[in-house]
């Protein structure tokens, strides 16, 4: 079996911060902090509406990103999702199509 190579992520918080992660984490049933990662980054990139709109409530909270920047971005977004339900487009069938085109451009 050929081994993956994996990338490592990491971070500083305070140490206390640390501790209260650490006992929210068990309290809320993850085994271990990359499980937790894992979920957040899998949410981010799986582009799950829930956490998109917590960041959304982050980046205002936060001042992160440009008042204009944020609403074009929430407004791509919707304008997506919109645009997937009226073509009645699966996540698969989306991901199907790019394959194809992949496959089409690599022959040019």
């Known amino acids: ?17 640390h501790e209260d992660f650490k006992i929210r984490l068990h309290y809320d049933g993850f085994m271990n902090q990359s499980e937790f ?11 799950n509406e829930q956490f998109l709109q917590f960041l959304d ?16 971005s929430i ?3 919707k304008a997506g999702l919109k645009t997937n339900a009226s073509l009645g487009l699966s996540e698969d069938e989306i991901e199907n199509i790019f394959d194809i085109l992949e496959e089409e451009l690599v022959e040019l």
């Open 57 to 72: 409530s982050y980046k205002i909270d936060k001042n992160i990103q440009n008042v204009l920047s944020r609403q074009k």
């Open 37 to 47: 990662f894992r979920a957040c980054f899998f949410g981010y990139l799986l582009k």
């Open 75 to 77: 407004k791509l977004r």
């Open 1 to 17: 079996m050929k081994e993956e190579k994996l990338s490592k992520l990491s971070f500083f918080v305070e140490p206390k911060m």
